[in-house]
């Protein structure tokens, strides 16, 4: 174990700096340790690869216009930055009325407010609400921070005093006692309110880890184990309950304090009670049936002597007066201080993060029959404007439009500054899309008055809570010549994707609007910040840039252009000139249907941005327009609903990244040329030696041009040998930073990677398609060195382009640092000084890969190629035309590049999409538009190693059809009125998913007299007749879903129902109904549904409970934060273990910081934080990391998620190492039944999962269980990995040793000599693996002997044989621990002691290296001992 290296710094302690305002539990707040970090943003461009390939900081001049200054500013601003936010805890003293003096620790930069939350929150105190806090009789502001205020120090003692009532903090009481009697209650969350969520870890640990696993004795803890899975979840069972998915937490019984507490009829109080101070009058009934009612005053709560139906607001005698209702009721009744008091003890003894709200609300696809109990609070908040708490904020509606736009202009020079600006942006969008939300649903339930009520219900819109809401219908033929309804269903999301794109570049004085899109029983709403003044004038007046009528009547304007010009190179968009009506040239730096207009704010906002990206050609047919050769032979172009379909960001970055390594490569090889022309003077080099002439011209990616200017000299060319020759992507798990991409940043030209759209959450490591640089070999020139001629090619393997990003470019390409170097100085002195044939060279460059500046490399695209109605000025037509070929290049880069590249990354379990959304994620991150998984399918239908990829293929095949699916019952949906929907959903499952053939039951009429006037009841938008829906047949709708697939993805399905879709694609019918559920928003009841029954329905209008809401938003990120947890994990890449530890400890403070203690990516950062506990032998701390994790990911992402089984995993592994088998086993036996619910047994992580269950089955002796996982692993693995795998040898060594335990040593020896044979002709027989292989064989052969010998003895003697004892070996719990880490890629490597004094003589040599400025990956290869084999690292076996 290698972490006793001392010249490393001490790690940084998790001072989750603002977790106090929302956990009871103040976390730990030592001192940090202040040595300045070295490099603390890895800002050296060598150690850190930002985004995958993209650490490119910008030029100077750049990043001050971004507004981003300092984001990369110099590393010594950071070192003290960092020491800003770790100022040092102290402890105060709180006094409250009634109780004893207790210590509470605080940090400096809390605010007053946040002492009070804790104090709402603790067991003792947590009744009151209306109190202040003060010191030495000074009351203390309750916003002021702790260290503006003065005398208030380590050990000062902070009085809690009760403050008088109003009817504000009276309303506020009364709902604060409401939700601490509802503590327990798990129905919000089921509903899917007030950012509940669920969470069933605690189900499985009994409560916290980290206090079960000091309690119990080790020794004691093997014969109390009971190991057997649920029939269910052993390998081969073929059965799928649902009712596991939500086990019933014993903590949720209801304990009952109160039966009823509302607001009373009698309010509110008369005048003259007013005037003796009555403020609000409740009514309860007690658990003893006794009927009250309370008076609350100014003073406090008391009993008067009112009844239901006569008002005596007199004082009962006695009457209790109290300052709080909790003190007032346990004198009342003493149910209520029984069950109060065991209840809040309860509540604080649960995990923080499983009380604490998410950021944004999820949903569950599944609920129990939840009981529905009488709730003021709930009532009253039904039917106000109001969003809860907003009687804290003064003026009561918000001003969303002002708020967003505020927290944008907060400061941003140093780290607090940025922290507090991005806690800000982000606290107002996660408010903003739960009121959009709220908002969307009360507008398509038909509880918002339209605007233009006159119109027809379709072209109405309305506002609500200062939101603007419309719905996603073509209005007025807008988009008539784009798609209609089609195209204004696709425009909120591409304007969505627009105002995430100009978000993340954040320039300031560019506004954009609040932008919230929803998708809620069939209708799609779209709400937006309003802009002030926007509704008192007309469009026509206020569009001051851009275009209202796509491109007829175009206006541009000076400070818009200055503004979009700073956002023209991270979004790459190109400065172009289009034709108004009166064919005059106006300049536009955006598409044409961007619109600019200032606000009666003055600010400038943008909106409409729904043609960021440039178009996608591939779905876009433009007549006398020929795609490039790849595109044309999948089949492309191809028509599509809309004409709205773009390219994704991801794509465009990707694209860029691809052709600057082509534009170095050229570069180099010209370079070469020159260099070889100067040297040799030999009659070998033909006449045309001039500079130009080894430049290909490249008309498209892959074919270079037949006539490519070299002469006799054949240009040898890679060509694509095979159809399914797979183009390498470098992944970020190289342990090497990629220097091609990393030196490169300098240049100005550099492409610069904008802060991830999408967090990879799945893996450790964030990858991104920047960073997946397929690159196309296939153009390759001839150099010459010295005189001969050299063809350039890089070996070819398998089939596979090995990428210049892995290894050293320099040696790939002789030259590329001279190319380099040339591209810089070229950028930064205007060219001049440097002479004409370099020039020459970087021009040649330039044109071939289609750069908009003949002096470096730099590509843009015009977003309105091809947009109809727009026309160009006739002196830009050269222009025009490269452009319309970048686009062209682009959509054959897509096919040829980016979909092969997922394949292969899938091929080599680098991508392991386990369900439809991580499969989505997966084509988003590497820029594929879901509109090509029909295109991905049919590649990996063709792909030869096609029985590798059947997991993948399946999901594809199930998400296509639940997409087609949701696609109809969008439209199924919209002619439903309210009173038939559950009926109707249900119908519409049973269609899809039930063997029973489906005939709707109209609902039996609840209200019969409603019959006469229906007509006249719900006019839902666009409703036609209204019980149409229950006409629909399971055969019309599979042939309905066929017709989709064809029509919308261009593939075909062979199936005429669901049953022959399970049997031809192998899906399971609980997995499709998993995904409908989640991608429509129902919600149906938990139980066993009966899918394949000839005889009755699977579903009943009664199954199903709710529809949700489907949002999509904005997600602000937390920049800084991100580019620590980055550097992090490159030091841990590199070795640094220590350090990368420490970085990502201040990650997650920064995290913790922006988002509060819940968000996905600090879910990514403690996950990462565990492993990095464990590898560095702290297994207690990596338990209690992981344990956060698994809940936050339960509660973030959904109790199912397939992150979330990859953390039950982890979470198992380090339960096993810290002594606690029986949980470890119920956690893995948790995420088993998750992954089969989610995808099914077939799929390569089943095997790994299965490993680890058949391991530590045999540890705990169970080994005919242990056998029947491990042989599946066996299998799985064999399918997966290929017989030949290093992954197989592995499963056969451990089926191996069970047989050995189980002294079967026949069968052991046989499992054995498979891996020992997989080993020698992988490896090679010298490899140790292969001798500890033949070692391990040798001694399964003598303990075989022994046996047969013992047993030819009895045989021989009978009873009176002497036997020689035989060695079972149950295994030990530290091999069980090894092997398990094996299989988790988690590897430790013993050390000598001359081991460990190398390692810190390269450890200290490495750090005088980079304090003199030298890049590690400098150091030559020659060194006694490499730093990175002889370090616990996170690899992956095979």
Not at 249 to 257: A, F, H, S, T
Not at 1090 to 1099: E, G, I, L
Request: with cysteine; hydrophobic share 35%; aromatic share 6%.
């Amino acid at each position: 174990m290698v972490s006793k290296t001392d010249d490393i710094p001490a790690s940084v302690p998790n001072c989750n700096v603002n977790t106090v305002d929302v956990v009871g539990e103040t976390p730990d707040r030592k001192e940090s340790s202040k040595s300045p970090h070295k490099d603390p943003c890895g800002h050296s461009v060598d150690t850190v690869v930002m985004n995958g390939g993209g650490a490119h900081n910008p030029s100077e001049e750049e990043s001050k216009q971004d507004g981003a200054g300092d984001t990369d500013g110099g590393e010594d601003s950071n070192e003290q930055e960092v020491i800003v936010i770790q100022d040092t805890g102290f402890t105060v003293k709180i006094q409250a009325p009634g109780t004893e003096p207790f210590d509470l620790q605080v940090s400096p930069q809390e605010m007053v407010q946040e002492i009070h939350q804790v104090l709402m929150d603790r067991e003792d105190t947590c009744h009151r609400t209306c109190f202040s806090l003060q010191l030495d009789s000074n009351v203390l502001d309750n916003f002021a921070e702790l260290k503006s205020i003065e005398g208030l120090q380590e050990g000062s003692l902070l009085k809690v005093v009760e403050e008088p009532y109003t009817v504000r903090e009276a309303r506020i009481h009364v709902r604060h006692i409401r939700d601490l009697l509802k503590g327990l209650d798990p129905s919000d969350a089921y509903n899917g309110v007030d950012c509940n969520s669920l969470s069933f870890l605690s189900v499985f640990t009994d409560g916290d880890l980290g206090d079960s696993g000091k309690r119990k004795k080790k020794g004691s803890q093997l014969e109390q184990i009971d190991c057997t899975p649920p029939e269910h979840i052993l390998p081969g069972s073929k059965e799928r309950p649902l009712l596991p998915l939500q086990p019933q937490n014993k903590d949720w019984k209801p304990m009952q304090c109160l039966k009823v507490l509302t607001m009373s009829g009698w309010n509110p109080p008369p005048g003259n009670r007013k005037m003796h101070g009555d403020l609000m009058y409740l009514y309860m009934v007690t658990v003893e049936e006794r009927h009250i009612s309370i008076t609350a005053s100014t003073r406090g709560f008391y009993l008067n002597q009112s009844t239901t139906y006569t008002f005596n607001p007199k004082p009962a005698n006695p009457s209790f007066l109290s300052h709080s209702l909790v003190e007032l009721l346990s004198q009342i009744s003493p149910a209520f201080k029984k069950n109060f008091t065991a209840l809040q003890k309860k509540r604080v003894q649960r995990h923080p993060f499983e009380r604490i709200a998410t950021p944004f609300q999820v949903y569950s696809w599944t609920a129990p029959q939840v009981d529905h109990t009488m709730d003021c609070v709930r009532a009253e908040d039904a039917y106000t404007s109001r969003l809860g708490y907003e009687e804290h904020i003064p003026g009561q509606t918000r001003d969303w439009n002002e708020e967003l736009q505020t927290t944008r202009e907060l400061a941003r020079k140093n780290l607090p500054d940025r922290l507090l600006r991005e806690r800000a942006i982000f606290k107002v969008h996660s408010d903003f899309a739960a009121a959009a939300t709220r908002g969307s649903m009360a507008v398509i339930d038909g509880n918002v008055m339209a605007i233009n009520p006159g119109e027809e219900t379709r072209m109405q819109m309305f506002i609500w809570n200062n939101i603007f809401f419309s719905l996603g219908f073509d209005v007025r033929d807008h988009y008539r010549e784009l798609g209609g309804d089609a195209a204004a269903h696709a425009a909120p999301t591409n304007d969505l994707n627009g105002v995430r794109a100009y978000g993340a570049v954040d320039v300031e004085g560019l506004y954009t609007l609040g932008t919230v899109v929803v998708d809620y029983r069939g209708y799609r709403v779209t709400a937006q910040s309003i802009i002030p003044g926007i509704l008192e004038r007309e469009q026509e007046q206020s569009v001051i840039y851009g275009s209202i009528d796509f491109g007829k009547t175009v206006v541009s304007h000076g400070k818009y252009l200055e503004l979009l010009e700073r956002t023209s190179r991270p979004l790459k968009v190109q400065r172009h000139n289009v034709l108004n009506e009166k064919d005059e040239s106006m300049e536009l730096c955006s598409s044409v249907e961007c619109k600019g207009i200032i606000g009666n704010d003055g600010r400038h906002y943008i909106l409409d941005l729904l043609r960021t990206f440039p178009p996608d050609l591939n779905f876009l047919p433009v007549e006398g327009e020929e795609l490039s050769p790849e595109s044309v032979r999948e089949g492309f172009p191809r028509q599509h609903r809309h004409r709205l379909a773009c390219l994704r960001q991801e794509l465009i970055e990707a694209f860029v990244e691809h052709r600057y390594l082509l534009f170095m490569k050229m570069a180099a090889l010209q370079l070469m040329q020159q260099k070889a022309n100067k040297e040799s003077k030999l009659a070998t080099l033909t006449e045309n030696s001039s500079p130009g002439a080894a430049v290909p011209a490249l008309p498209s990616t892959e074919t270079p041009d037949a006539s490519a200017e070299s002469s006799e000299t054949s240009t040898e060319t890679l060509t694509d040998a095979n159809s399914d020759a797979v183009q390498t992507e470098t992944t970020s798990t190289s342990d090497a930073p990629q220097p091609a991409a990393t030196e490169a940043t300098t240049t100005e030209a550099a492409p610069k990677t904008e802060p991830m759209t999408e967090t990879d959450s799945s893996a450790t490591t964030t990858t991104n398609a920047s960073q997946a640089t397929p690159i196309e070999d296939n153009v390759v020139p001839t150099v010459t060195t010295n005189g001969s001629l050299v063809p350039f090619a890089t070996a070819i393997q398998n089939g596979e382009c090995e990428s210049p990003l892995e290894g050293k470019a320099e040696d790939i390409i002789p030259g590329l640092a001279q190319a380099k170097e040339l591209a810089e100085s070229l950028a930064e002195e205007d060219g001049s000084g440097i002479d004409p044939k370099s020039r020459e060279v970087v021009l040649n460059a330039c044109k071939a890969v289609g750069s908009i500046s003949n002096t470096s490399f730099d590509i843009r695209f015009n977003p309105d190629i091809f947009s109809p109605g727009v026309r160009f000025p006739e002196d830009s037509a050269d222009d025009i035309q490269k452009q319309k070929q970048l686009l062209k290049d682009a959509g054959a880069f897509m096919v040829s590049c980016q979909i092969p590249s997922l394949v292969k990354d899938c091929l080599d379990h680098s991508a392991l999409p386990m369900d439809g959304a991580t499969l989505t994620e997966a084509l988003h991150q590497r820029g594929i538009n879901v509109r090509y998984l029909g295109n991905v399918l049919a590649f990996v239908d063709q792909t030869p190693a096609k029985a590798q990829l059947e997991h993948f293929y399946r999901i594809g095949i199930s998400e296509l059809i639940t997409r087609c699916a949701k696609h109809i019952f969008k439209t199924y949906l919209q002619g439903v009125e309210l009173s038939a929907l559950s009926a109707a959903v249900s119908h519409f499952l049973n269609c899809f998913l039930s063997s029973f053939d489906a005939v709707a039951h109209l609902p039996a009429d609840e209200l019969v007299s409603r019959r006469k006037n229906r007509k006249r009841r719900n006019r839902v938008p666009g409703g036609g007749d209204n019980t149409a829906w229950a006409s629909l047949t399971p055969s019309e709708l599979w042939k309905n879903i066929v017709s989709e697939a064809q029509s919308y993805y261009h593939f075909t399905l062979h199936c005429e129902n669901a049953d022959q879709v399970v049997e031809k694609y192998g899906l399971q019918k609980i997995t499709l109904l998993r995904e409908i559920s989640i991608k429509a928003g129902i919600q149906i009841l938990i139980k066993e549904y009966n899918f394949d029954s000839r005889h009755k329905p699977a579903f009943t209008e009664e199954d199903i409970l709710n529809i949700f809401p489907v949002v999509k938003h904005v997600n602000p990120k937390a920049s800084d934060a991100f580019h620590f947890f980055q550097s992090g994990q490159a030091k841990v890449q590199q070795g640094y273990l220590k350090e990368g530890c420490e970085l990502i400890n201040e990650a997650l403070n920064l995290f913790n910081n922006v988002y509060g203690a819940m968000h996905v990516e600090i879910c990514a950062c403690l996950r990462l934080l565990a492993r990095l506990n464990y590898i560095m032998g702290d297994h207690h701390e990596a338990l209690s990391n992981q344990q956060k994790a698994v809940l936050m990911s339960e509660r973030v992402l959904g109790v199912e998620h397939p992150n979330t089984i990859q953390e039950y995993m982890h979470l198992a592994l380090y339960c096993f190492a810290n002594g606690q088998l029986s949980t470890a086993l119920k956690l893995l036996y948790r995420a088993r039944y998750l992954m089969l619910m989610v995808c099914g047994e077939d799929h390569p992580e089943m095997a790994l999962l299965d490993s680890n269950i058949g391991l530590v089955l045999h540890g705990v002796m169970e080994y005919d269980l242990s056998l029947r996982f491990l042989e599946n692993a066996l299998a799985i693995n064999t399918k997966y990995h290929g017989p030949r795998s290093l992954k197989v040898a592995l499963s056969h060594h451990l089926v191996a040793r069970v047989y050995e335990s189980k002294a079967e040593f026949r069968s052991a020896l046989q499992q054995e000599k498979e891996g020992y044979t997989i080993y020698k002709n992988q490896v090679g027989e010298a490899h140790e693996k292969t001798k500890e292989s033949s070692e391990y064989l040798k001694y399964l052969t003598q303990q075989a002997v022994a046996l047969q010998r013992t047993m030819n003895e009895i045989y021989k003697n009978g009873s009176n044989a002497s036997i020689m004892p035989l060695k079972f070996t149950a295994p030990s719990m530290a091999s069980v621990l090894e092997q398990l880490n094996i299989i988790n890629g988690i590897i430790f490597i013993p050390l000598s002691q001359k081991d460990l004094e190398n390692l810190k003589a390269e450890v200290q040599r490495r750090q005088q290296l980079q304090e003199s400025g030298k890049s590690v990956e400098d150091l030559t290869v020659d060194g006694p001992l490499e730093l990175e084999d002889k370090i616990p690292m996170d690899v992956n076996v095979d």
